[in-house]
Every structure is written in structure tokens, then in C-alpha cells.
């Protein structure tokens, strides 16, 4: 195995043409050095793997594609980004939407977080904030909330005791996500 690398960010991306903002990227990536993007084309029917595999060429030691020749789902698509990344030797790994809801200058604080507090997990929600207008679907959240109360636990503890530990990475490999 080679050299710890620092942070791999999974990007899962399912017919994206429209919402990429390949300049975001690019720009992060040559910015940041310890931020690698591994975008995940999860059988895209649009131009998403040209405009990817476009961007991954122009800085390709920080970025690169993994295709999907079928769309499996977003769950799905980032559980094997984060194989690959495991793979990579990467110190933390984890992911982010496309269509870039959070700001990619965020994933720095993530990280110092990590560093900081000694945390396995760093997770991040969109909260209504004076001066942003976030849209959401209000059959989302309930979707989540009952799918948490079959399982008997609020939602937040479903996504904080997924990876727990320091043999959370084995979980993940052993069966995908439903």
C-alpha cells in the first residue's frame, strides 16, 4: 500500500448535465490538494460522463470517474465510491451532493473537525438560516422519519451509527445499501 492520502469526497451523479458545475470543482481541486473528488456516474443517460470525464482531464491526480453502466440508486453509487476510495488509501473519506447544496469550501472545516475532535463521523444538515431559502420536499422527511420509527430510533441516530468505530469500513463492504 502506498502513502496515507488525506480526503477522498464521493460524488454521486445521476444524470447531472444541467446541475454540474464543473468550474466549482476544478477550481476546489487545485485549491485544496488534500481533497480528492471521485465522482460516481451512476448510469447517467445524459451528456454527465463527457462533462465528467472532461473535468477529470484537467486535473486528473485530484479527481477521476467511476462509471456505472447501470443506475443503482444514490445509496448504492456511494457505497461503492467509498470502496474504491478504501482502495486508495485515503485517512477520510466521505460525500457530497452534486448539484453542490453545501459549498465545497465547507469539506476543510469537516475535515479540521475530524482532526479536532477526534470524531469518526462529521455529518452536516441544511438548516433554514436568515438570508438562505432552502427548498424541500415535505414527502422526503416523512419518508425518513417513518422508515426511522420501523426501525425505532430517530433519524439521527440511524446515520451516526452507521460507521462507528474503527471496523466501520468492514460493515459497508459486507452488504449494500437498501
Not at 94 to 122: Q, S
Request: charged share 30%; with cysteine.
Amino acid at each position: 500500500m502506498g502513502a496515507m492520502q488525506k480526503t477522498a469526497i464521493i460524488i454521486p451523479c445521476y444524470n447531472e448535465e444541467n446541475r454540474l458545475d464543473s468550474k466549482k470543482f476544478y477550481e476546489n481541486s487545485t485549491r485544496n490538494p488534500e481533497v480528492h473528488f471521485i465522482f460516481m456516474n451512476d448510469g447517467s443517460t445524459d451528456k454527465t460522463e463527457e462533462i465528467l470525464d472532461a473535468l477529470c482531464r484537467k486535473n486528473p491526480t485530484r479527481m477521476r470517474q467511476v462509471t456505472l453502466q447501470k443506475n443503482v440508486g444514490k445509496a448504492e453509487a456511494i457505497r461503492k465510491g467509498f470502496l474504491s476510495a478504501f482502495e486508495q488509501n485515503f485517512e477520510r473519506i466521505g460525500y457530497w451532493d452534486a448539484d453542490l447544496a453545501t459549498p465545497l469550501d465547507i469539506i476543510p472545516k469537516f475535515c479540521e473537525i475530524m482532526d479536532y475532535t477526534g470524531k469518526n463521523i462529521v455529518m452536516g444538515a441544511r438548516v433554514r438560516l436568515l438570508g438562505r431559502n432552502i427548498q424541500r420536499r415535505a414527502i422526503r422527511g416523512q419518508k425518513c422519519t417513518t422508515g426511522a420509527e420501523k426501525q425505532g430510533q430517530p433519524v439521527r441516530h440511524l446515520a451516526a451509527n452507521r460507521g462507528n468505530g474503527p471496523d466501520s469500513h468492514r460493515q459497508l463492504r459486507r452488504q449494500p445499501l437498501l
